[in-house]
């Protein structure tokens, strides 16, 4: 089965200052790999996503990287915020004719300091 | 548009103690999942359901727990009998389903197994 590894644990960063979380993967049939953003007690949030189709994709301040080759795939987030404050997940999954479920990794705990 | 819905929120059993998990998806919806997530780690899928058929159970283990989905909307997820290390929390998550695989999480359960 696939198996979803990412790093670091836990990010501490300046507010303004760039994130990055970094995710690998096993199975070279997954095809679609989201980040969800989970505040503590609240359910995981999708905040972007990306297909194996597509290298390279940005919303507002969040971007996501993926190399398929190398089956890895990257969070960026810009001008960070003390909101971005929360644990990070990613996940991949092979949705070619149904969505499967997905597979996460254990999570980046991102800590924006003031 | 609701989204998903799960009830409950919090739940405190005695071991050996049978429990159950309700969820309500995104309406049209024709893809539920169960995941469970265990303290500082990502979710893990526990089945998949399209409409009223589970058609990933691999990770469910089946000799305590039981799922459906009748009708194809609703779902239940059982605990019978419930040990210790099944304290988590209990996420029902749903997607559109074919070809569209985003998906959308509910608050969760949090079980305590005592």
Redesign the interface.
């Known amino acids: 089965g696939e198996n979803v590894e990412q790093h670091p644990s836990t990010l501490s960063v300046q507010e303004g200052d760039s994130a990055v979380i970094k995710c690998t993967y096993s199975d070279s049939a997954s095809n679609y790999f989201p980040w969800y953003k989970q505040e503590l007690g609240k359910r995981p949030q999708l905040i972007i996503d990306i297909r194996s189709n597509v290298g390279e994709k940005k919303d507002q301040r969040i971007a996501v990287t993926l190399n398929k080759t190398a089956k890895h795939f990257s969070l960026h987030i810009t001008e960070t915020q003390p909101e971005d404050s929360a644990v990070y997940f990613c996940a991949a999954s092979n949705s070619g004719g149904g969505a499967d479920g997905l597979t996460f990794g254990k999570g980046t705990h991102l800590i924006i300091q003031p | 548009e609701a989204g ?1 819905v799960q009830s409950p929120r919090y739940k405190i059993i005695e071991k050996k103690q049978p429990v159950a998990f309700w969820c309500n998806p995104i309406s049209g919806h024709n ?1 539920l ?1 169960w ?1 469970l997530q265990n303290l ?6 526990l089945i ?1 359901y ?1 409409n009223e058929e589970a ?2 159970d691999s990770q469910l283990p089946k000799d305590r727990f039981s799922a459906e989905r009748l009708k194809g909307v609703d779902s239940t997820l059982k605990i019978q009998p419930a040990e210790l290390g099944d304290s988590a929390v209990y ?1 029902c998550a749903s ?14 359960t949090r079980l305590t197994v005592l």
């Open positions: 998903v893809t999942y995941y500082g780690q990502g979710p893990e899928l998949r399209e058609v990933d996420l997607s559109p389903g074919l070809f569209a695989d985003t998906q959308y999480f509910g608050p969760g």
